[in-house]
């Protein structure tokens, strides 16, 4: 999904009314719920990135995906889910509304165009993250590199105030896509020398869409 549509679909969906909370701060790596949490509200992402993880029984853990500005998630508890079945990690500093499970419940059955766009949008949202498992399964690192800093890119353009591409480092690059440091390093300077990439002479990463190129080597 777009940052037009994301943005298109938060106009929708918060029509003047719809109560939400005060914007609440997230720092990086600051958790916003945990698996098996109380659920009550939906949250919806102002800005920054928030990851999504999962631990079975067995304790084994995994990132379900990565979500940002003019996402929503938590959503489940909608539907009378009673407990948050996975975690939400804020990766970057960022900003996180919070919306009333009843209230918004009560918009969606009184608004029928508010609950046509959100189920598309959740549609399109869950498509993206079956995508990112389909990456992590099937795709080299290399590839899974690339579509993740061109998915960053993309939030990072609705970020008013939070340069996401400044705040990530090849730490965090390794964790998102599975892999080691080196290998990180070693495919960003390849795409720097192809000219995919570019860091200005503040540092700061910029991503071209050409880098979409290796995906479909």
Known sequence: MTRKRRADNAKVLFPAGLPVSKPVHYDAGE?????????????????GVVKLTLVSNRGRGGILGFLGHGDFFGENCLNGQAFYSTSAVALVPGTVMVINRKKMVKIINEEPAVCSRFINYLLARNHRIEEDLIDHLFNSSEKRLARTLLLLADYDAGNADVTIMSRINQDTLAEMIGTTRPRVNFFMNKFRKLGYIHYDKNGRLEVYKTLAKVLHD
């Open 31 to 47: 958790t916003i719920f945990s698996q098996g949490d109380e659920c009550t509200d939906v949250r919806y992402i102002e800005e």
